[in-house]
């Protein structure tokens, strides 16, 4: 990949990135100003809550430094710029970045994704919201149900 297409490539990836960092967050505003799914089951609440996360476990765990990395972008050194070029200095440098982000195995790197975690993560949000779903089915009527289905499509095109 050359480094013109390199550059569009991170930033097309950043904007995603910061397009679900964004629905995470609204999602966690949604999860605090309505109390509707605590109501209904507080556990679940307590469950997305964690799923969610901060900045340092959770679902938002994994953008921090990600979103870090892509937009650094290559930049290594000068002095391994001279020694190896700078094409070659970028790649390496890029390498060591991802091998710390995915891996924490550099000495003092704490912001490392745990790709384990983070899929489990993504998992138990599936099954969390699973069962928010048929916990709502349960206990609201169909037409009102496909009400709400209307606002939320309202909410979602809006984001």
């Known amino acids: 990949m050359s480094e013109a297409e390199r550059g569009s490539y991170a930033s097309e990836c950043l904007r995603l990135l910061r397009d679900q960092l964004h629905r995470l967050e609204v999602f966690s505003k949604l999860l605090e100003d309505a109390p509707v799914v605590e109501i209904l089951d507080a556990t679940l609440k307590r469950e997305l809550d964690a799923i969610i996360g901060t900045k340092e476990e959770g679902l938002m765990s994994v953008g921090a430094p990600l979103g870090i990395y892509l937009m650094m972008g ?63 089915t349960e206990l609201v009527s169909h037409e009102d149900i496909l009400l709400l289905a209307k606002d939320a499509e309202k909410r979602a095109h809006s984001l």
């Open 74 to 136: 290559p930049l290594p050194s000068e002095a391994d710029e001279k020694v190896s070029g700078i094409e070659l200095a970028r790649i390496r440098y890029q390498a060591e970045v991802l091998s710390v982000l995915f891996t924490g195995n550099e000495s003092g790197a704490n912001a490392h994704i745990d790709l384990d975690s983070a899929t489990a993560n993504l998992d138990e949000l599936q099954a969390a919201g699973e069962r928010l779903r048929r916990r709502v």
